[in-house]
Structure formats: structure tokens, C-alpha cells
């Protein structure tokens, strides 16, 4: 066993803050053991937290049209592959109704940058989400916007924002996107959001190209420093389509340890077992949750939609993936002492009323 992995992982549960450096030993010289003990420490940190229930987000994939050019995305917008949509105010709603009635009260809108969707058509469709259901809590993920977009979308209702920050290593981010995108705006971004109330999840992957060790060091330091209220952390996978196509996948061994290590740093914190850890392996799921993860976005999109929203390659989309799966989810969960809980599914920590 590495004794100073160990160690540290252990100071990490204890509620201690880790440097960039510590954090570094762990990623590097961590053995197959000091792995394991993470894993266990961190489901322990989750069930210590919020017990055998599991948090559901219907996810709505509203948009695939991306103004962006994200070298690993595969809706960029240079990829002319894609047959690109839009949903409209009503096909979202029967969206909310569909999902509302399985159970799920919280809609997450995801979608790649598009201009059509501008602060009024947005803001309708947050306030209309609202006053169909109240009890709702509504997530978006639109990307980078103003500071008066978000405080407009805000006041409309919305909840959460999801908006990875990728990487925190300056000349990472400069390896995965283009010139015009600036982890400095990211950052802002997440600044403003969090300036304005919203509960935040920042991000990466694991495993995205020309990323180091020290990256991913850098990525927990920043967690750290920022305390976001969830964190999105899946495996990159390459999508044919795009200049990282001949890029191998990122590990699953690997992300398990980091979903650990981010439930220990934070232990209140709302981390999703992500769809691209489920497409690498059969199990991603359970397994993310067994390192701590205490969220499941099943794909509450229009079915006929699904195959245009394809970030990578064979990202899953049916069985327990899927909302209309929920009930083989269930059984899934029970396997593991776990179930699905109904309800918002704040953090503990801030039940936010509005
Ligand atoms: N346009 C929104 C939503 C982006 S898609 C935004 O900018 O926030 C949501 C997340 O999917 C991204 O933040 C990215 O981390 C992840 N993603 C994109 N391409 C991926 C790939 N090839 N493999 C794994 N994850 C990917």
C-alpha cells in the first residue's frame, strides 16, 4: 500500500483541505487499495449523507444547434454529420408532464449554445415550467451567457446551473477548445452564477485528451476553492467526428477515484453517476455510486430527438438510462440498497425556498 496516499485520503475524510500537490500524490502513486478505501470512505460520506436515496434530474435536450466549436463535442458546430433540432415551448412542457408524472422533480435543460433561445424565449419557458409546476426545480445548462442573461433566467425561476468548468490548466483549455473560448470567461461565468444565487456544478472529464495528472489535481484544488454545490465529472469518450476521434477514452478506474475524492472534499455535494460513465461500462452507474455519487439524469428527451444529442459515441439512451426506464433504474438501485428518492433533491446543506 502507498502509505502517503493513504494517509492523505484518509486526512481527506476527516474534513481536512488537501493542496494541489497532495491531491497530485493520491491521483499518481494511489494502488489498487488506497483506490478501494476511497471508493468505501466516500459511499460511507455519501450514505452518512443522504442516506440509501438516490436524487433523479429528467434531462431535456432541447437544443442540439451549437455556435461553439468545442474540440471534443461531437454538436459542435463544425461537424456538418449532424441533423441539428430544436424543441419547442410545448414539446418541453409535455416533457415536464411526461417526467412529472414518473416521478421527477427536477428538469434539467441542456443544450449547446444557440442563439435562437435568447433571454425572452428562455425565460418564457422557465416561467411556464414554474407555473405548470411549482414544486419543480428547474437546472440549466446553456453555456456561457451574460451576467444579465443569468440574473433575467434567475428571477424567471431557475434553480440550478450546470456549467463545467473542463479544466482548470490554462493550456488545457486551450487544447480542447478554440481560441475564442476562454477558461476566463468559464470562470466568470461560474463567478456570476454563483454571485446570483444559484446553486452551481462545475467539472471535466477524465481522460480528455493532452490532459496530465497535474490537470486533474488542478480540477480538485479548484473544486475546492470554488465549494460548488454539484459537480459533473464523467470519462471523455470520443465521438468519430471530431478532431479527437482517434483519442482513447478516458478510464473508468479513474473516475470512480475522482467522484470519491470530490464526495469527500465535499461531502454534501450533488454529483451525478454521469451517462458517459454508464456508456463505458456496464455497471457506471452502480459503480459511481458505490464511490459516492448520489444523482441519476435519466433522458426524459423526445425519443425521436435522442440519436441527434450524441456528445460522443454510443451514448446510452434506453433501459435504466432512459425516464421511461425508471422502474428497471429502481431495481438496479435495489441491488444496492438503494432507491430512488421523489422530491427536489436539494443539497442538505441549503433547502432553498422560492
Ligand atoms: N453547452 C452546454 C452543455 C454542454 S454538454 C455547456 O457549454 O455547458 C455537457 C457536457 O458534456 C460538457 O460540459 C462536457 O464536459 C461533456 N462532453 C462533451 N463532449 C464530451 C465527450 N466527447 N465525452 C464526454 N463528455 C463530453
Known sequence: MAEKARELILALAEGKSLSTAEYLRIITEADDQDRKLARNLANRARIAQFGEGIYIRGLVEFTNVCKNDCLYCGIRKSNQEVVRYRLTQSQILECLEQGYAAGFRTLVLQGGEDGFFTDDRMCEIVT??????????????????????????????????????????????????????????????????????????????????????????????????????????????????????????????????????????????????????????????????????????????????????????????????????????????ETIHCHIVIGRGDAPNQLISN
Open 128 to 333: 411556464a415550467i414554474k407555473q405548470c409546476h411549482p414544486d419543480v426545480a428547474v437546472t440549466l445548462s446553456l453555456g456561457e451567457r451574460s451576467y444579465d442573461s443569468y440574473r433575467r433566467l434567475r428571477k424567471a425561476g431557475a434553480d440550478r446551473y450546470l456549467l463545467r468548468h473542463e479544466t482548470a490548466t490554462e493550456w488545457h483549455y486551450a487544447k480542447l477548445h478554440p481560441p475564442a473560448q476562454r477558461l476566463e470567461t468559464r470562470l466568470e461565468c461560474l463567478n456570476h452564477l454563483k454571485a446570483l444565487g444559484y446553486q452551481v456544478g462545475c467539472g471535466m472529464m477524465v481522460g480528455s485528451p493532452f490532459q496530465t495528472p497535474e490537470c486533474l489535481a488542478a480540477d480538485l484544488s479548484f473544486i475546492q476553492e470554488f465549494k460548488p454545490q454539484m459537480v459533473g465529472l464523467g470519462p471523455f469518450i470520443p465521438h468519430h467526428a471530431t478532431p479527437f476521434a482517434k483519442e482513447p477514452a478516458g478510464s473508468v478506474e479513474t473516475t470512480l477515484l475522482l467522484l470519491a475524492l470530490v464526495r469527500l472534499m465535499l461531502p454534501s455535494v450533488l454529483l451525478p453517476a454521469t451517462t458517459a460513465l454508464a456508456t463505458l461500462h456496464p455497471q457506471g452507474r452502480l459503480l459511481g455510486i458505490l464511490s459516492g455519487a448520489n444523482v441519476i439524469m435519466p433522458n426524459l428527451s423526445p425519443v425521436s430527438q435522442r440519436d441527434n444529442y450524441t456528445l460522443y459515441d454510443n451514448k446510452a439512451n434506453t433501459g435504466a438510462e432512459a425516464a421511461e426506464g425508471l422502474a428497471a433504474l429502481s431495481r438496479d438501485l
